[in-house]
């Protein structure tokens, strides 16, 4: 079970980048996005199921949108209005397991992909 993430990179305050992590081995159900900004613990950037449930981090509430193809076992983040703050090495999680609402099980990682937002 594998995950790769795609799609970092530099861009300046006010642009758009999206990631996309792609999913092997196995369905994963719930997927999403941390971010680990230098010298700060890994924080949830958003989440989302199988089914097309969405949890976002307040900070990046109506900037970010995460969407999903389960065709191609595949997460996305769209990231607009970036500012220097997002800066952060992004990673992609994937579950395999839920039950309800509530995901199960081992949480995978994928490799960390670099976004940099300058002023």
């Known amino acids: 079970v594998q995950l790769q993430a795609f799609g970092g990179g530099l861009v300046q305050a006010g642009g758009s980048l999206r990631l996309s992590c792609v999913g092997s081995?196995?369905?994963?159900?719930?997927m999403g996005w941390y971010r680990q900004a230098h010298g700060q613990q890994r924080r949830t950037v958003a989440s989302?199921?199988?089914?097309?449930?969405?949890v976002y981090a307040e900070s990046v509430k109506g900037r970010f949108t995460i969407s999903r193809d389960n065709a191609k076992n595949t997460v996305y983040l769209q990231m607009n209005s970036l500012k220097p703050e997002d800066t952060a090495v992004y990673y992609c999680?994937?579950?395999?397991?839920?039950?309800?609402?509530?995901?199960?099980?081992?949480?995978?990682w994928g490799q960390g992909t670099q976004v940099t937002v300058s002023s």
């Open positions: 999680f994937g579950y395999l397991d839920m039950i309800g609402q509530r995901a199960v099980g081992p949480r995978h």
């Open positions: 081995g196995s369905s994963f159900n719930a």
């Open positions: 989302i199921t199988s089914g097309g449930s969405t």
